[in-house]
């Protein structure tokens, strides 16, 4: 109850102090959210609604352009003019399927029916709140199965509430906002299926709908599946060598999210080819694609997963500092420490490696399929934040004074995130 009344507390104290749009594509992001409901799917080629429209106008873009100016208006003259907008007026949220926009808005629909909140973006922007509460409830679940003691568990938790993703993607629409508890669903169900519970085929099922959410989830769908390779190797050597490997059930599950989240991708993408409009929407932000480019890729997700958008300033050091600590000291802790044929190593052992070949994995991927290259956010490991925390928490979980010192830094960072201002 009091990480539930902590998520969303987030979201009643940072909500109503946004005025102005995230720069993080929540212009094209409001689009989606506006047309799903009447027409399911945005196409690519598809132009930005009025809606959308009259929200930047009125509401200008954080950091960017966060003055409103004459586009907040119902003139067709100004509205229609697509050289006004970015990228000629087209839309680049066609990339996602619908699926967190459909459930955002059918959350957000009474509160907008009732006229409890006046504005559709504003309702949205509050059901993040309840993607951060599903994402704290179920790793608190899953660090209380591995036997942390509840007091550690919930400090431990506020790391994940208390964190910049947490303002950054959960009080403004956007796409990150399921993505800690995407990351979190697959560590509780792989903690319950490695402890013996028939949940093997839940993480297979469950890896195409973290994929729908949003493709970088992936990397959460990998350092799962890599912890369950890790694992049947480390019992398999001495045991039967690769026979007993293959028919390892932790295998046939892995390899099953690995191929049903592929699948999924690849479904979409074939769906949203089907229903493309041919015309491409231009961000001007591809860059080259170097050797060097990739090798400085190699560390961005182990050390970015937990940031947020821009360089801190304020409360938002701390907050960033906390992150970064955890996440590295966690991770490279635990895999240095643990027995290397336990479920924790094998746990640190595949977060670290999805963590350090995501971004040279990812910037070939995007290359490969749109022909161009661009720099590689930070939030697009941010599912793998989850998996962070709990190694930092494994790490501790016997040392008392310093599981108190984690828990203690959860409670810094989450009462510091309160006291961010827009």
Known sequence: MLLVVASLLVGIVHVPQHQSLSPIDEYVYVDYYDKVLQQGVVREGEEVGDYARRELGCRGLRILLPVPDDRCTT???????????????????????????????????????????????????????????????????????????????????????????AYWYTTYLSTDAPTMLAGALLLYLAIRFVQGASAGWWLVGAAPVV????????????????????????????????????RDRRTLVALGMVLSAVSAQLLWLGIRSMLSLHIYSDQGT?????????????????????????????????????????????????????????????????????????????????KVTTGDYF?????????????????????????????????GLGAVSYTALLFIGE
């Open 286 to 366: 591809a860059q080259p694609l170097t050797g060097d480019t990739l090798l400085g890729l190699v560390f961005r997700y182990l050390v970015g997963a937990g940031q947020g958008v821009g360089g801190p300033a304020g409360a938002a050091i701390l907050v960033s500092g906390i992150a970064t600590w955890v996440g590295v000291v966690g991770v490279v802790g635990l895999a240095a420490v643990s027995r290397s044929s336990s479920s924790s190593a094998s746990l640190a052992y595949g977060t670290l490696a999805m963590a350090l070949v995501l971004g040279p994995l990812l910037a070939v991927m995007v």
């Open 75 to 165: 003139a067709s003259t100004i509205l229609d003019d697509d050289s006004r907008f970015p990228m000629g007026g087209i839309t680049s949220a066609d990339i996602y399927t619908p699926l967190y926009f459909a459930i955002t808005r059918a959350l957000a629909e009474p509160l907008i029916l009732t006229g409890l909140i006046d504005s559709p973006t504003q309702a949205g922007r509050f059901m993040g709140a309840l993607w951060l509460a599903g994402a704290a409830l179920l790793l608190y679940l899953a660090l209380r199965r591995l036997r942390v003691s509840p007091w550690i568990g919930g400090g431990a938790t506020l790391l994940v509430v208390g964190s910049l993703p």
């Open 211 to 246: 994929v729908w959410l949003k493709f970088q989830n992936f990397a959460a769908v990998g350092a799962i599946a890599l912890a369950l390779l890790f694992l049947a190797l480390s019992r398999a050597v001495g045991a039967g060598g690769w026979r007993e490997f293959r």
């Open 375 to 407: 720099p590689l956010p930070e939030r697009y490991g941010l599912s793998l934040y989850p998996l962070f925390v709990a190694c930092a928490t494994l790490l501790v979980r016997e040392r008392r004074a310093s599981s108190v010192v984690l828990a």
